[in-house]
């Protein structure tokens, strides 16, 4: 699920929690690695493992609770615990006011060894406007299509700050209507230190014009700005992260 809702910078747009990736690639890429696929009855969402047993996700996917696990090619791992930052409010989307929206949830048991735990970034300055990231997913590909599970990635780039604890995203022109969607929401925006993916931001909504809630604006909320709440909270959940 994808939070929609309207931004003042963004007059155009209509924004909801995010969900898919519209415009986006499937196929081989780095994040399949990182990117993970959580399911429950209530609704599906994206994920980053950050540990063997933790996964950084948002925390309106799992606020209304729900029986989590994550899908992966080798089974299902049930979700045990759920951490939501305390910060988070969950009529953040309605009144316009930027919160923290990132949770973790523990697994009942180690992920499997094809999946590897990201590097969370640790620089809290703002990215430069039209600094590139790439997001991955496993939300809609075609907005409504209720079709999700498959990851995708598109590369979008930085348009500026929302409350000082959020980053909008946007297409590239020769791109447009790139973006998270339904089923994204949750998901990693990463940006490369040489080979490796550094994970920057998690997904929590999307804007679309045109009756449309998806393919204008991403909204990601910046891993570093949290960094502190995430190692506290690893480590109250008994694992150490690297």
Request: net charge positive.
């Amino acid at each position: 699920m994808l939070r929609f809702v309207f931004f003042t910078a963004l007059c155009a747009a209509c924004i909801s929690s995010a969900a898919a990736i519209v415009g986006g690639k499937s196929g081989e890429h780095g994040a399949r690695e990182h990117t993970v696929f959580l399911t429950s009855r209530v609704q599906d969402c994206s994920g980053t493992l950050i540990a063997r047993d933790l996964v950084l996700t948002a925390a309106h996917c799992v606020a209304s609770g729900g029986n989590f696990s994550m899908s992966t090619s080798a089974g299902s791992i049930p979700v045990a615990q759920v951490a939501i930052h305390p910060a988070f409010r969950r009529d953040s989307y309605e009144t316009h006011k930027p919160s923290p929206d990132i949770a973790i949830v523990k697994l009942a048991s180690p992920a499997p060894r094809h999946l590897r735990p990201a590097k969370l970034a640790t620089d809290k300055a703002f990215p430069p406007r039209d600094t590139v990231f790439v997001i991955a997913g496993f939300g809609e590909a075609v907005e409504g299509d209720r079709n999700v599970g498959t990851l995708r990635t598109a590369q979008l780039i930085n348009g500026g700050t929302t409350g000082g604890i959020m980053l909008r995203l946007h297409a590239l022109k020769t791109a447009p209507g790139s973006g998270s969607c339904t089923g994204d929401s949750g998901g990693s925006a990463y940006r490369s230190d040489g080979p490796v993916l550094v994970l920057y931001g998690v997904i929590a909504w999307a804007g679309g014009k045109s009756g449309r809630n998806c393919g204008v604006v991403t909204g990601i909320v910046l891993v570093a700005n949290q960094l502190d709440w995430i190692r506290a909270t690893a480590k109250r959940l008994g694992t150490k992260l690297d």
